[in-house]
């Protein structure tokens, strides 16, 4: 079955920066979107960053400037790049992969900023 995985984020003070990384295996198709979405305690889940197998991609408004997503092709892998951090930052990060054969989640992974 597929299965989503995240790894990176961490702590970090105000301005600075972090990756975290997403792979999607248990498909040989490659996935239409790749995205991250995040959920702050008491928010909903948002949208953060999304990346297309085409090599589209697309931004939150609230992170545009400062995050870059990459995604190697077509693979079910991408990288989020959070640059110049701010405490409203801080959330679990989920990495979504949807397509063919449907939409799947990974476990999540912390992002906190804090000085």
């Known amino acids: 079955q597929v299965q989503v995985v995240e790894s990176g984020g961490g702590l970090v003070q105000p301005g600075g920066s972090l990756s975290a990384s997403c792979a999607a295996s248990g498909t040989t198709f490659s996935f239409a979107i790749m995205a991250w979405y995040r959920q702050a305690p008491g928010k909903q889940r948002e949208f953060v960053a999304g990346?297309?197998?085409?090599?589209?991609?697309t931004y939150a408004d609230s992170v545009k400037g400062r995050f870059t997503i990459s995604r190697d092709g077509s693979k079910n892998a991408v990288r989020l790049q959070m640059n110049s951090l701010k405490p409203e930052d801080t959330a679990l990060y989920f990495c979504?992969?949807?397509?063919?054969?449907?939409?799947?989640w990974g476990q999540g992974t912390q992002v906190t900023v804090s000085s």
């Open positions: 990346a297309s197998d085409s090599g589209h991609t």
């Open positions: 979504n992969a949807a397509g063919f054969p449907g939409s799947y």
